[in-house]
């Protein structure tokens, strides 16, 4: 192979749908976080998920996380229930807040939040605080949605609102619903390596025009309408370009061979690496699941030899991969395919290391022997076979 096969590239449409857009805000000089790529993208997300969701184009998927959290008021000395296998970003904005993060285990089948250890945590932070945990940030991660009809269940019996962190689950369903429509508000990523990108941003998704109103009103420096600058709350920078939404726009147009694209892949991996000893390709639980495979994601059993094994030092001796996993990331690396490790675990992060944690052993024990493949629009069937190849020329 002379070309790198990277994760998840950025793809742009074949007719350069984006360019006409971005040429357009050009000429029309909207190159600020406002204008008619803005609204325009807007409307295609809305679109898109339906259920009269409103989404408010944001910078990032973190800044949206940000505001989520503030329109559920959450603030210095209040506790948000955060699923702790995932990206930091789903746990810093509360951060940001002044709140603290508790972390929440996952469950065996989804790798998302479990339910059970959700409301035992509930239970038991009213017990020793003697007030409710402000929100829930359940997360759909690598594109599988989370268990939402318990979830909710949940949400609704301890009046305790939920935000979705569908960032790596545009286009992703749940018993026929897409992702982004579930919890009290919702955020999309779309950053250079998602399912579809504006080179950076979000979005918030939320269930009226008011809210939706006050979103920008905070996203734009919390600017009153007067003649002057007056500013009687403290904003964000957090608007998206219409530079950037333009970008935006012209992918809504491919979103949907993204998406077909990703779950072809996946299902290549399972038919490859479906018979070798060992390995197990990450898949829906049941038929209510339908992910849209952003990342692709195995399990190596620790029995499985892979050269180079014995070379592996771990960094951070408290939680590390296996060192099998490792060896085969540097093989496969050597052999010019991008792959990597699952999150590690926030309860497991340094910087989160005196943060509540309710832990089952799950998101630890999946982390160590986990690994992401290749798996965006410029990965091909070529390629996929030529990453199984690697992998069992790394078997000892």
């Known amino acids: 192979m002379t070309k790198r096969i990277y994760l998840c590239l950025a793809h742009m449409s074949e007719a350069g749908i984006e360019q006409q857009y971005i040429k357009e805000a050009f000429e029309s000089n909207w190159v600020v976080p406002l204008g008619p790529n803005v609204d325009g993208f807007e409307a295609d997300l809305e679109a898109f998920v339906g259920q009269r969701r409103k989404v408010v184009a944001l910078s990032s998927c973190t800044g949206a996380l940000h505001l989520a959290l503030l329109l559920l008021g959450v603030g210095q000395g209040d506790e948000v229930l955060c699923q702790s296998l995932s990206f930091c970003a789903s746990s810093n904005p509360v951060t940001y807040c002044g709140a603290t993060p508790v972390f929440i285990d996952s469950e065996k089948d989804t790798w998302n939040m479990d339910p059970v250890l959700l409301e035992k945590a509930i239970q038991d932070r009213i017990a020793k605080t003697g007030k409710k945990p402000k929100a829930v940030i359940a997360v759909d991660l690598y594109g599988m949605p989370a268990n939402w009809e318990a979830l909710e269940v949940i949400s609704r019996q301890y009046d305790i609102p939920i935000i979705e962190d569908a960032a790596n689950a545009l286009g992703s369903l749940y018993n026929g619903k897409p992702c982004g429509v579930f919890g009290k508000l919702a955020t999309f990523s779309f950053n250079g390596n998602k399912i579809i990108t504006t080179s950076g941003g979000g979005a918030l998704l939320c269930d009226d025009e008011e809210t939706k109103k006050h979103t920008i009103f905070l996203a734009t420096q919390a600017r009153e309408n007067a003649p002057y600058y007056q500013h009687e709350t403290i904003g964000f920078n957090y608007r998206l370009s219409n530079i950037c939404?333009?970008?935006?726009?012209?992918?809504?147009?491919?979103?949907?061979?993204?998406?077909?694209?990703?779950?072809?892949?996946?299902?290549?991996?399972?038919?490859?690496?479906?018979?070798?000893?060992?390995?197990?390709?990450?898949?829906?639980?049941?038929?209510?699941?339908?992910?849209?495979?952003?990342?692709?994601?195995?399990?190596?059993?620790?029995?499985?030899?892979?050269?180079?094994?014995?070379?592996h030092r771990p960094i951070y001796s408290d939680c590390e991969p296996n060192a099998n996993v490792e060896a085969l990331r540097v093989f496969l690396d050597q052999a010019g395919i991008e792959a990597r490790p699952l999150w590690k675990p926030m309860h497991k992060q340094p910087v989160y290391k005196d943060a509540p944690a309710y832990i089952n052993g799950v998101s630890e024990a999946v982390f160590k022997?986990?690994?992401?493949?290749?798996?965006?629009?410029?990965?091909?069937?070529?390629?996929?076979?030529?990453?199984?190849?690697?992998?069992?020329?790394?078997?000892?």
């Open 369 to 396: 022997v986990g690994m992401c493949l290749p798996s965006g629009p410029y990965v091909s069937d070529e390629d996929v076979k030529y990453i199984v190849e690697c992998i069992k020329k790394a078997i000892k």
């Open 245 to 311: 939404a333009g970008i935006g726009r012209g992918q809504m147009t491919i979103l949907d061979d993204h998406i077909r694209h990703h779950k072809h892949l996946h299902q290549l991996y399972k038919d490859l690496l479906g018979t070798m000893e060992g390995f197990s390709v990450h898949d829906n639980p049941s038929e209510e699941y339908d992910s849209n495979f952003w990342l692709t994601t195995i399990t190596i059993d620790p029995s499985v030899k892979v050269i180079g094994q014995n070379g």
